[in-house]
């Protein structure tokens, strides 16, 4: 199984970018997708993750400002960054809980997977 995150840049102030993470390779079923965060000198951070059935939950430093979605069909998930500051500029990881067979999601045995990261930086 394979995570591939894009849609990474340099925004100004205020400006918007959209990432995308497409998971590829032995997949039955999804469950929990999420996006993490990175800055230099800083533990990697949530920023928002989704589960299947679409409910969300965000950090308080991104709440009103970004909004996670997913595609089910595609495998994909989505974080749609607005208003974005300086302080949002980090490393940003994407992240999925990943069934890769029937017999793993009868026994509920999942394993996490991160994609490559792609950089954000917000500079004017």
């Known amino acids: 199984v394979q995570l591939q995150a894009s849609g990474g840049g340099l925004v100004q102030p205020g400006g918007s970018l959209r990432l995308s993470c497409a998971a590829a390779?032995?997949?039955?079923?999804?469950?929990?997708m999420g996006w993490y965060r990175q800055a230099p000198g800083k533990q990697r951070e949530l920023v928002a993750s989704?589960?299947?059935?679409?409910?969300?939950n965000y950090a308080d430093s991104v709440k009103d400002r970004f909004k996670i979605s997913r595609n089910n069909f595609k495998n994909t998930v989505y974080l749609q960054m607005n208003i974005l500051k300086p302080e949002d500029t980090a490393v940003y990881y994407c992240?999925?809980?990943?069934?890769?067979?029937?017999?793993?999601?009868?026994?509920?045995?999942?394993?996490?997977?991160w994609g490559q990261g792609t950089q954000v930086t917000v500079s004017s």
């Open positions: 992240n999925a809980d990943i069934f890769s067979s029937g017999s793993d999601y009868s026994s509920g045995k999942s394993n996490h997977y």
């Open positions: 390779g032995s997949i039955f079923s999804i469950n929990d």
């Open positions: 989704v589960t299947t059935g679409g409910s969300t």
